[in-house]
Nanobody, 128 residues
Framework: QVQLVESGGGLVQAGGSLRLSCAPS????????MGWFRQAPGKEREFVAV????????CYGDNVKGRFTISRGAAENTVFLQMNSLKPEDTAVYYC?????????????????????WGQGTQVTVSS
């Protein structure tokens, strides 16, 4: 069973930047659509960004558009989330997600149920 492993979270001041990484713990046999979600205390898990299996297309949630960038790494199914101009409201646990089936583009894949692989999450805290 493939598991996704996130890294790169931490504490940063408002206006700062962080780069999150995600990689599979085992071998995968096809390129997944990869996404990032986040969950703040007492709130539902929220869509952040998704990238197509080729890396050629990406979509973002309205709350992060223009500040965050999702990209794929050279290794299969590795993905990054570059977060700039961070705000205190970006504080949350960030989760990497992978979709191993179906279409190769990410447009519309904004729901938790759209993904079948998840990481354990990494905490991002933005201080004011």
């Amino acid at each position: 069973q493939v598991q996704l492993v996130e890294s790169g979270g931490g504490l940063v001041q408002a206006g700062g930047s962080l780069r999150l990484s995600c990689a599979p713990s085992g071998r995968t046999f096809r390129r997944y659509v990869m996404g990032w979600f986040r969950q703040a205390p007492g709130k539902e898990r929220e869509f952040v960004a998704v990238v197509s299996s080729s890396g050629g297309n990406a979509c973002y949630g309205d709350n992060v558009k223009g500040r965050f960038t999702i990209s794929r790494g050279a290794a299969e199914n590795t993905v990054f989330l570059q977060m700039n101009s961070l705000k205190p409201e970006d504080t949350a646990v960030y989760y990497c997600a992978g979709r191993s089936y179906g279409r190769s583009y990410g447009l519309g894949l904004t729901g938790v149920k759209d993904y079948d692989y998840w990481g354990q999450g990494t905490q991002v805290t933005v201080s004011s």
